[in-house]
Every structure is written in C-alpha cells, then in structure tokens.
C-alpha cells in the first residue's frame, strides 16, 4: 500500500471475477445524462483512462476522488453512485464522495491488484444486464439481446478483483 499512498495517477483498468475478464471503460452518450456509466468485459473496447485524484489514506484504505482523464465530452466528469447503486460519472459539483482502494499487491512499479469500495464500504461488483434493439419509431423490440454489458455496482452483483496500470503519476 505504500507504493502509492499519497499519489494521483492515470491508470487503466481491468476487472475480473470467476466468469468474466475485461477492460474498465464507460458508456458515451451525447451528454452527461445520457452516458458515463461504467462497464466491464470483453465488448466494451480499450479500458478508459481514468485519473485517481488521492485525497487521504488509513491504515488500510487509500481514499481518492475518480475522474475521466481523457479529452472527450467527458473528461473532468467525477465519478458517483446514481440512487440505484450504478456507478457514472457526473460534473464535479454532483458529487462528493470519495472512493476507497484497498490494495491486494502489486506487481512492477506500474501494476496492482486492488478491491474499489464507495464511501460506505460495499465493494464494486459487475452485473450482467442486455440491451435489446428495437426501433423507436415501430415500438418493436426484438427478442434476442445485441449487447451485454457488465455493468459496474455498488448494489448487485459479482464483486471485482481490479487491476490498474499506471501510465502516469502525479
């Protein structure tokens, strides 16, 4: 845990559970309302840069405040619970808590293993959700699902084991 309390990074992220593997990323949308929310696997494309913004650490726990770090419509947002326990990100002035890192090990000076919990303590977990396609115009909705997405809880499902890779510290 050393290694990085008291250090902000960018890192990438990838997140794995007994079933599935795969890059942290977040969904765009056309605004902030509209996307931001954070999957996991294999469909999602390139893990995200994020940047971990450290604000303190206890003898167990290392706190930071996440946000987007790179330059699309997104960069800056900070990263939150909605009411249903799904994480996205959201301005700035949306969100104050913090999220809590509690560091498994590491491996190399860029690579580390770690658990991600919000404020209160429930750790991050991926659940199994499909989206269907359908057209807007007819109401019709077809019955097998285009898209499965891991989206990332507070609430529900399979908690995450995360990897981080550092591409830059600050």
């Given at each position: 845990m050393e290694e990085i309390a008291g250090k902000s990074f960018i890192a990438t992220l990838?997140?794995?559970h007994e079933s599935a593997t795969g890059p942290i990323n977040y969904l765009r949308g056309h605004n902030l309302g509209a996307g931001g929310w954070l999957v996991h696997g294999a469909q999602v494309g390139d893990a995200a840069p994020l940047m971990f913004h450290y604000l303190e650490?206890?003898?167990?726990?290392?706190?930071f405040q996440i946000s987007v770090a790179g330059d699309d419509e997104y960069a800056g947002a900070v990263l939150g619970v909605n009411g249903s326990g799904y994480l996205g990100f959201y301005d700035v002035?949306?969100?104050?808590?913090?999220?809590?890192?509690?560091?498994?090990?590491q491996e190399g000076e860029n690579d580390f293993f770690f658990?991600?919990?919000?404020?209160?303590?429930?750790?991050v977990s991926a659940t199994q959700e499909s989206l269907q396609r359908g057209s807007f115009?007819?109401?019709?909705?077809?019955?097998?699902?285009?898209?499965?997405?891991?989206?990332?809880?507070?609430?529900?499902?399979?908690?995450?084991?995360?990897?981080?890779t550092v591409s830059e510290w600050r």
């Open positions: 990838m997140g794995g650490h206890t003898e167990d726990r290392i706190h002035s949306e969100v104050s808590d913090f999220w809590k890192i509690e560091v498994l090990h658990m991600l919990r919000d404020h209160r303590g429930h750790r115009w007819t109401g019709s909705t077809l019955k097998t699902p285009v898209t499965t997405f891991g989206y990332l809880s507070v609430e529900t499902g399979t908690p995450l084991t995360l990897r981080a």
